[in-house]
């Protein structure tokens, strides 16, 4: 069986962090860390690593620089503009190949080809000011596995896993006006592989990673798509000997790319298409093995206002069981944003004044719950905690539900908030709009703990967090991606090339892996 892609990054990057005092993750599995064959792994096989990559970590330091101010508008829909761009002076990474939106869409038939370059720099109104916004079993007889036990010999690893540096990790970006998402490479910040998500006017936005490293990207304009991560894992459709796919920012017509191995359409009124989207994911610590084997999707049945909601088979991406709930709020666009707790169930936040609705994974029942409606304020992010519980972003708050006490902790913080995400340290980050900036809570204590600023932002849309820990930024007006240092503050590194980037859900698998396999 193939082991948890996500298990597998996270033990190596436990281990460097015992070695390397430069190399600092925040995202630690207690019970991994502390067993004794982590120990003797690292006095024996991890030494030569050490040599090999410590040279590159020690120029980590560097990166971080003087940050700059950012823009100080924003309105109720979450849309702030700024007109005075501001850049980060950290390293910035510009990607390659770009395609502009003039020559973004492909057709059902194959569509133009988009290999040319660009900057990649398109004009296009925030989502909260004009158009808003397959359950196999993953795994296999293959790869190296990772245990949670000391074995009898400490420095061989019982699972059949071999040191050495994690085999990936990506965080998956939406490019909204020209209908692609982009795979980037969160330790250096390279673009890897950009692709269409579906035929005719796409208009991408929340992506979801599971265990294996995989997304699944929704389409507002109507459909869902999955797009394997690794190239093994992709299929030569066209018998050729070799797998056609995207190796940087220029990407191939709708249905050329090996590497997208399904696609569902899914109704779409007005760009009122699916929204939320989460995949399911399972770990068995005893056997060393994961899977995500389906992803649940939802999105807004306007005239009958209702949620749609479907938990779809990951491998195949037809529809395992469907759920309605109704009445809806009526605002616009209906179902927001979803996450998923340890045990599959499906939360799901409504745009502007909620409801909050759980979708249980076994019985389909529906729990709907009211969103607190302080001082006007509006609901827009989701994500779920290492204890299950959901928090919500908003104008004004940040909030915490207990599905357990079905109680509301409201906590307030300045500006209006988007995508949030909780990392394994017991934290929440969300990000900021009027002024821009990312606010930093406490789990814990349900307490603000202060605010990440003046690193070259306008418009913060969504926050992920990556294997190291680290804090990954997506800003829409800026056209980029900040990687941001949890502790210090600073920017580690700055991607830019993006396209009117929207993405604000579980864009690197952090959130799946936190619930399912939660530290201590």
């Given at each position: 069986?193939?082991?948890?892609?996500w298990?597998?990054?996270?033990?190596?990057?436990n281990?460097?962090?015992?070695?390397?005092?430069?190399y600092?993750?925040?995202m630690r599995?207690?019970?991994?860390?502390?067993?004794?064959?982590?120990e003797?792994?690292?006095?024996?096989?991890?030494?030569?690593?050490?040599e090999?990559?410590?040279g590159?970590?020690a120029?980590?330091?560097a990166?971080a620089?003087t940050?700059l101010?950012?823009?100080?508008?924003?309105?109720?829909?979450?849309?702030?503009?700024?007109a005075?761009?501001?850049?980060?002076?950290?390293?910035?990474?510009?990607?390659s190949?770009?395609?502009?939106?003039?020559?973004?869409?492909?057709?059902?038939g194959g569509?133009?080809?988009s290999s040319?370059?660009?900057?990649?720099?398109?004009?296009?109104?925030?989502?909260?000011?004009?158009?808003?916004?397959s359950g196999?079993?993953e795994?296999?007889?293959?790869g190296?596995?990772?245990?949670?036990?000391?074995?009898?010999?400490p420095?061989v690893?019982?699972?059949g896993?071999?040191?050495g540096?994690?085999?990936?990790s990506?965080?998956?970006?939406?490019?909204?006006?020209?209908?692609?998402?982009?795979?980037?490479?969160?330790?250096?910040?390279?673009?890897?592989?950009?692709?269409a998500?579906?035929?005719g006017?796409?208009?991408?936005?929340?992506t979801?990673?599971?265990?294996?490293?995989?997304?699944?990207?929704v389409?507002?304009?109507?459909?869902?798509?999955?797009?394997?991560?690794?190239e093994e894992?992709?299929?030569?459709?066209?018998?050729?000997?070799q797998?056609?796919?995207?190796?940087d920012?220029?990407?191939?017509p709708?249905?050329?790319?090996?590497?997208?191995?399904?696609?569902?359409?899914?109704a779409?009124?007005?760009?009122?298409?699916?929204?939320?989207?989460?995949?399911?994911?399972?770990?068995?610590?005893?056997?060393?093995?994961?899977?995500?084997?389906?992803?649940?999707?939802?999105?807004?049945h306007?005239?009958?206002?209702?949620?749609?909601?479907?938990?779809?088979?990951?491998?195949?991406?037809?529809i395992?069981?469907?759920?309605?709930?109704?009445p809806w709020?009526?605002?616009?666009?209906?179902?927001?944003?979803?996450?998923v707790n340890?045990?599959g169930d499906?939360?799901?936040?409504?745009?502007?004044t909620?409801?909050?609705?759980r979708?249980?994974?076994?019985?389909?029942?529906?729990?709907a719950?009211?969103?607190?409606h302080?001082?006007?304020?509006?609901?827009?992010?989701?994500?779920?905690?290492?204890?299950?519980?959901?928090?919500?972003a908003s104008?004004g708050?940040?909030?915490?539900f207990n599905?357990?006490t079905?109680?509301?902790?409201n906590?307030?913080?300045?500006g209006?908030?988007?995508?949030?995400?909780?990392?394994?340290?017991?934290?929440?980050?969300?990000?900021r709009?009027?002024?821009?900036g990312?606010?930093?809570?406490?789990?814990?204590?349900?307490s603000?703990?202060?605010?990440?600023?003046?690193?070259?932002?306008?418009?913060?849309?969504?926050i992920?967090?990556?294997?190291e820990?680290?804090?990954?930024?997506?800003?829409?007006?800026?056209?980029?991606?900040?990687?941001?240092?949890?502790?210090?503050?600073?920017?580690a590194?700055?991607?830019t090339g993006?396209?009117?980037?929207?993405?604000y859900?579980?864009m690197?698998?952090?959130?799946?892996?936190?619930?399912?396999?939660?530290?201590?």
């Amino acid at each position: 069986m193939r082991t948890t892609i996500w298990m597998v990054l996270q033990t190596a990057a436990n281990a460097r962090a015992t070695t390397d005092p430069l190399y600092r993750p925040k995202m630690r599995v207690g019970a991994w860390a502390s067993s004794g064959w982590i120990e003797g792994w690292i006095e024996g096989g991890i030494e030569g690593w050490i040599e090999r990559r410590v040279g590159a970590w020690a120029g980590r330091l560097a990166l971080a620089s003087t940050l700059l101010g950012c823009g100080d508008s924003g309105d109720d829909s979450g849309g702030s503009s700024d007109a005075s761009s501001a850049s980060a002076s950290a390293a910035s990474l510009s990607a390659s190949g770009l395609v502009t939106g003039d020559s973004m869409h492909a057709s059902d038939g194959g569509g133009s080809d988009s290999s040319a370059s660009g900057s990649g720099s398109t004009s296009g109104a925030s989502e909260g000011a004009t158009s808003e916004d397959s359950g196999v079993s993953e795994s296999s007889a293959d790869g190296p596995k990772f245990d949670l036990e000391t074995p009898d010999t400490p420095s061989v690893d019982p699972c059949g896993g071999e040191p050495g540096d994690p085999p990936f990790s990506y965080i998956w970006i939406a490019n909204s006006t020209q209908g692609t998402v982009s795979k980037l490479n969160t330790f250096t910040g390279v673009e890897e592989g950009r692709y269409a998500v579906g035929p005719g006017a796409t208009d991408p936005s929340r992506t979801s990673v599971n265990l294996l490293g995989d997304v699944a990207v929704v389409d507002r304009n109507g459909g869902i798509a999955k797009i394997a991560a690794r190239e093994e894992d992709c299929v030569d459709s066209n018998n050729n000997g070799q797998i056609d796919t995207s190796h940087d920012a220029s990407y191939l017509p709708w249905g050329q790319d090996e590497c997208v191995l399904w696609h569902l359409p899914l109704a779409s009124s007005g760009n009122r298409g699916p929204r939320p989207v989460a995949w399911v994911g399972e770990y068995d610590a005893e056997t060393c093995t994961g899977s995500s084997p389906y992803v649940w999707v939802g999105h807004y049945h306007q005239t009958l206002n209702k949620g749609m909601f479907f938990r779809l088979d990951g491998q195949s991406g037809s529809i395992d069981a469907a759920v309605e709930h109704a009445p809806w709020s009526g605002n616009n666009w209906g179902p927001y944003g979803g996450a998923v707790n340890a045990a599959g169930d499906f939360w799901v936040l409504g745009w502007q004044t909620g409801p909050l609705i759980r979708v249980d994974y076994d019985t389909l029942q529906v729990d709907a719950h009211e969103t607190p409606h302080l001082a006007g304020e509006w609901t827009y992010g989701i994500t779920v905690d290492g204890n299950g519980h959901p928090w919500i972003a908003s104008a004004g708050y940040v909030h915490h539900f207990n599905p357990d006490t079905q109680q509301w902790t409201n906590i307030a913080a300045s500006g209006s908030y988007r995508g949030l995400m909780a990392d394994a340290s017991g934290n929440v980050w969300a990000a900021r709009n009027g002024p821009c900036g990312v606010a930093h809570l406490d789990v814990a204590t349900k307490s603000l703990i202060g605010y990440v600023e003046n690193f070259g932002c306008v418009t913060p849309v969504g926050i992920s967090i990556d294997i190291e820990g680290f804090v990954w930024v997506v800003d829409q007006s800026t056209q980029s991606a900040f990687k941001v240092d949890p502790d210090s503050y600073q920017v580690a590194l700055q991607v830019t090339g993006l396209v009117q980037p929207y993405t604000y859900s579980d864009m690197t698998g952090a959130g799946l892996n936190l619930v399912v396999n939660p530290p201590g």
